[in-house]
């Protein structure tokens, strides 16, 4: 718990950053970030693709939880299969990249908030209506945020009156959650995660888009690592369980950087590799370009998988949490 809790002080420094820029670098920072759903991608692939790769990973490498859930990801594959292919036709390319945004945000603050749920001790409904909150104020401000200026001025108004309106109210329920938790760290918690999602509302008023969207995937993506970690060390630390691991073993450095070393690998890869080979071998069979490029379509399609399998794959009874306890 301490170690989740020391995550979140990527939040403060976001803060610090943005501040120092404002009084010192005149805005520097504001200037140079990215600030177009390209380069958002572009931020995607080198920031959150690796997580999402090593949950991949975890679930194709191991034999028993493949034949787990095989059901459930030939389903899935079909439904993202569909969306991205009848999709492609009539939603645009700034589309995409919205509900992708949309879709992740609610996939962040869902991780956060079960990992809460779990420090803080906290059940109740108002608990659940605090969480649902900070996931529609996060939708919100994606949904800004990719779109860009394609909003007409009235309804960026009116969205950003909403906005305020939402960290008020998740404010004042996190100060009611707080009465109900019974822990000092469950407190902590509970408020860094309304700080992290309210600040990012701050960054956008600000003009430091790239810093709203930094902060919550950074933390996700660490906290994620550190599962994947604990998971992988506890599973296959003593005696390895699949070939993968059996291989590693034998280099007599350890197994907690497997994961995380083989996603970034995969990850430079796709980013490297996926959009030539394609135009290579993919168009000519075809006869035409693919509507978008294969990178795109490759991390997408692993990106809603992800998802979806970790909805259930970390649940309190699963498979992967018999490897994995929270510990203060």
Request: with cysteine.
């Amino acid at each position: 718990m301490r170690f989740l809790l020391g995550i979140y002080a990527i939040v403060p420094l976001c803060l610090l950053a943005m501040i120092l820029d404002q009084l010192i670098g005149s805005g520097y920072l504001s200037r140079v970030m990215p600030d177009t759903p390209q380069n958002y991608f572009l931020f995607q692939l080198l920031f959150g693709t690796p997580h999402i790769i090593a949950s991949s990973v975890i679930l194709s490498s191991n034999s028993g939880y493949f034949s787990m859930y095989r059901g459930r990801l030939i389903l899935i594959t079909i439904v993202i299969l569909l969306f991205f292919g009848l999709g492609s036709l009539v939603i645009p390319y700034n589309g995409f990249l919205a509900i992708v945004g949309a879709v992740t945000i609610l996939h962040v603050i869902k991780q956060q908030i079960g990992i809460g749920k779990g420090i803080c001790r906290i059940s109740n409904w108002v608990y659940g209506i605090w969480g649902w909150v900070l996931i529609l104020f996060g939708s919100i401000m994606y949904f800004v945020i990719f779109a860009g200026y394609d909003i007409p001025s009235g309804v960026r108004a009116w969205l950003h009156g909403v906005l305020w309106t939402l960290s008020g109210l998740a404010i004042m329920l996190t100060i009611a959650c707080h009465r109900h938790c019974t822990t000092f760290k469950g407190r902590l918690y509970l408020w860094a995660n309304t700080l992290m999602v309210v600040q990012s509302g701050l960054f956008y008023a600000e003009g430091y888009s790239f810093l709203a969207i930094l902060g919550p995937r950074l933390v996700h993506d660490l906290t994620a690592f550190t599962f994947y970690v604990a998971h992988d060390v506890n599973r296959h630390g003593s005696e390895p369980q699949n070939v993968l691991y059996r291989l590693v073993s034998k280099l007599g450095l350890g197994i907690f950087w497997v994961c995380p070393a083989v996603a970034v690998l995969l990850t430079y890869l796709i980013g490297r590799f996926a959009d030539p080979l394609a135009a290579l071998v993919v168009t000519p069979v075809l006869g035409f370009n693919l509507p978008y490029a294969a990178s795109f379509l490759i991390v997408g399609y692993l990106g809603m998988l992800h998802y979806y399998t970790e909805s259930f794959t970390w649940q309190s009874d699963s498979a992967y949490r018999l490897h994995v306890t929270l510990r203060a």
